[in-house]
């Protein structure tokens, strides 16, 4: 995954990529790069103090696709924290929410990022100490896993060797859903096209199965007609997936056409998490994801208001997230609200 990359786009990724040049001079060196708590070389004595002032609270956050929830979630932080020369919050187009662990880990400039918390499983193989270099800010939404399936189909290892699309690279169901067929020991025959054009296979009899990994509802199965016998399938919440997922489940409420009042498909989420580089304390770069923790933990029921996306209704401060320690100024930001709640009681 670190070295794969994406073939559309390049332009706009450059586009947006470019500002990020400005965040580190060319003759420093990360600190990432270099593995260790040293900080970027000082600006020279004769650089032009606006470009000062713009580089001090610059927080980098690598969002994902452009199409996708969670860079529109990344601007929308972007918006509600911005406070002048004291907090600026730069979302990144990048080549998707399952790669931003790449950009957090290697890319200049990038502070923060929207991952799916399944990602670091490949990630951990490669970068060893991975879960101590990240740490998360918030629980974002779940992801729930959906398997579609033709009505011939009744369990999911009748999917055995048949053809199940996992949609586009670069998108959740591309990465976390042969994931959770491998751990599930289920051998199919991958696909990686449009989920609209390997809907209407499903029609025809192609296609076996369709798998999205997203929040609920999903507006092809709302707005669909499908002929009786075409069904979500169960997906019980097993020991093997409890290190990065959570139990969850589809009804009536989000489906009417496919499931009947008063019943439940059982499922799994993927956990999408805002992380942050796990600066050393005391650090430049660790104070300022620090002040962008408090300008976003602060305006949080700004974001859960009008005009902004419905899933930050749902935000719980406190959630934690599955293989990930919470970040230091994050985890005391809550302590002190505890203890403030406890002592007014």
């Known amino acids: 995954m670190i070295n794969r990359f994406l073939g ?22 990360d600190a990432r790069t270099k593995n260790s708590t040293t900080q970027s070389a000082r600006p020279g004595r004769h650089e032009a103090r606006p470009q000062v002032t713009m580089n001090a609270w610059t927080v980098g956050l690598a969002g994902g696709l452009i199409e996708g929830t969670p860079i529109r979630l990344a601007a929308e932080i972007a918006r509600v924290v911005d406070d002048q020369d004291n907090l600026h919050v730069l979302p990144v187009v990048t080549r998707g929410a399952t790669e931003n662990v790449n950009s957090l880990l290697y890319l200049r400039g990038i502070d923060a990022a929207i991952i799916n918390s399944d990602v670091l499983d490949e990630y951990k ?7 101590r270099r990240l740490a998360y800010v918030l629980n974002l939404f779940p992801s729930e896993l959906h398997v579609f399936v033709r009505p011939e ?10 053809k199940v699309n996992f949609n586009t690279q670069g998108t959740a ?6 994931l959770i067929f491998s751990r599930l020991g289920l051998d199919v025959e991958q696909t990686f096209i449009p989920h609209q054009v390997a809907l209407e296979q499903m029609r025809t009899g192609e296609m076996a199965a ?25 997906v019980p919440y097993e020991s093997k997936l409890e290190d990065y997922y959570l139990p969850a489940a589809l009804d009536a409420t989000d489906y009417p056409g496919l499931i009947k009042q008063g019943e439940q498909v059982a499922t799994i989420a993927v ?13 430049k770069r660790f104070e300022r994801v620090a002040r962008f923790v408090d300008h976003l933990f602060s305006q949080i029921e700004k974001l859960q208001g009008p005009g902004f996306d419905p899933k930050w ?21 809550l302590d002190v609200r505890l203890s403030a709640a406890q002592a007014s009681q």
């Open 8 to 29: 559309t786009g390049p332009l706009l990724l450059l586009a947006v990529l470019a500002p990020l040049l400005l965040l580190v001079q060319p003759s420093s060196v």
């Open 125 to 131: 193989r490669q970068v060893p100490d991975i879960q």
């Open 153 to 162: 189909i009744q369990n999911l290892h009748d999917l055995i060797g048949k």
């Open 173 to 178: 169901a591309a990465y976390s859903g042969p």
């Open 210 to 234: 369709v798998v999205f990994i997203t929040s609920k509802p999903v507006d092809a199965f709302v707005r669909g007609r499908w002929e009786p016998g075409f069904k979500f399938l169960p």
């Open 271 to 283: 956990p999408t998490a805002l992380v942050a580089y796990n600066w050393p304390t005391k650090t």
């Open 313 to 333: 209704k749902s935000i719980n401060l406190a959630a934690t997230v599955p293989g990930l320690v919470r970040f230091p100024a994050a985890q005391a930001w």
